[in-house]
């Protein structure tokens, strides 16, 4: 008896092209799995956590040490410009005592500043570890406006402000409108700008009188009041009025006032003439005045007007 095993017949079709039969199912490539590629990226992650931790930790720090280190904290400041404001007042208003220097906000510390009514402008500059410098420019009086018993001086612009100081030898605007002002008012321009005018050419000319009606007003050593107006054109008025008093002069008149707000149309109302045997007083017309001459100003004195 053959104790063989019976041979596998082998296809026609493996005989034919001469393969050899592969074992598909025991030969087939085993799946492998690892956590190692996860490990690696969570290490990696890890490892820029703990960095970005590690660093915000130290910003924190830092940005504690300056906010909390005493050198950064500003205890006084440099003030330059100021004359009739005293500094320990600008100091005051800035806000800036006992601030960190991180905390100072200039254009707010500049426009507390320039709040009080007699600065016109101010800069700041800052630089560690806390030096602060305060540069100022005052509103400078020129002249001197009084309405009622109140002063106050004007500057350049015309702009009314608190008066600082003394103010004696400044001429003065006395207001026969009592209009009422308050710091940081304005003055038209050319008010102020003819009163300088007219000190400069007529120094004895202490006080003036204003109205919104006759302008600015002055009055001769007579007392005679002389209606300028705006401010505009003075040295023409006062030409004018030169020749007017000397032609006054020679005829003997005397004015109620003269009216030399139109330089080229002067004109001045005589007193109220009395005529004996008659009743009541008669008041003539207004009178034109005299063409003007060439010459110097001349005629004004220091009196004030009456209202």
């Given amino acids: 008896m053959d104790s063989h095993k019976p041979r596998r017949r082998r296809r026609r079709s493996e005989m034919r092209l001469g393969v050899k039969t592969i074992n598909y199912e025991a030969t087939a490539t085993q799946p492998r799995l690892s956590i190692a590629p996860v490990l690696k990226i969570w290490q990696m992650r890890g ?16 940005a504690y040490t300056l906010f909390t280190e005493p050198r ?20 005051s208003v800035s806000g800036i005592d006992n601030q960190s220097i991180f905390w100072i906000n200039p254009a707010k510390v500049v426009k507390r500043i320039t709040s009080l009514p007699n600065i016109k402008s101010a800069t700041l500059s800052v630089t560690f570890p806390a030096k602060v410098v305060i540069e100022l420019v005052e509103r400078r009086p020129e002249l001197l ?24 030898g400044m001429m003065r605007i006395i207001d026969d409108d009592l209009q009422p002002l308050e710091p940081g008012y304005q003055i038209d321009s050319t008010i102020v700008e003819g009163a300088q005018t007219l000190r400069m050419l007529v120094p004895d000319v202490s006080v003036v009188r204003y109205s919104r009606s006759q302008g600015l007003t002055v009055a001769t050593p007579e007392g005679w009041p002389v209606y300028l107006g705006d401010g505009s054109e003075i040295r023409a008025k006062l030409v004018v009025l030169t ?36 009743p009541g007083q008669r008041q003539p017309a207004l009178q034109p ?13 220091t009196a004030p007007v009456q209202p």
């Avoid at 950064?72 to 100091?91: C, D, K, L, Q, T």
């Avoid at 406006?145 to 612009?157: N, Y």
């Avoid at 002069?249 to 008659?278: A, K, M, W």
Wanted: charged letters at 15%; zero cysteines.
């Fill in 47 to 62: 490892t820029t956590r703990l960095i970005g931790l590690v660093t915000l930790a130290m910003l924190g720090w830092a």
């Fill in 72 to 91: 950064f904290f500003v205890n006084g400041a440099e003030i330059h410009g100021n004359i009739a404001i005293s500094a320990h007042e600008i100091y």
């Fill in 145 to 168: 406006w009084q309405t009622g018993e109140t002063i106050w001086w004007v500057d350049d612009e015309g702009m009314i402000v608190p008066p600082r100081g003394d103010v004696s």
């Fill in 243 to 278: 020749a007017l008093l000397a032609d006054l002069e020679d005829r003997n008149l005397t004015p109620v006032f003269i009216d030399v707000r139109d330089p080229l149309r002067p004109f001045y109302r005589p007193q109220s003439i009395i005529h004996i045997g008659q």
């Fill in 289 to 301: 005045a005299p063409q003007p001459i060439q010459g110097s100003p001349a005629g004004l004195g």
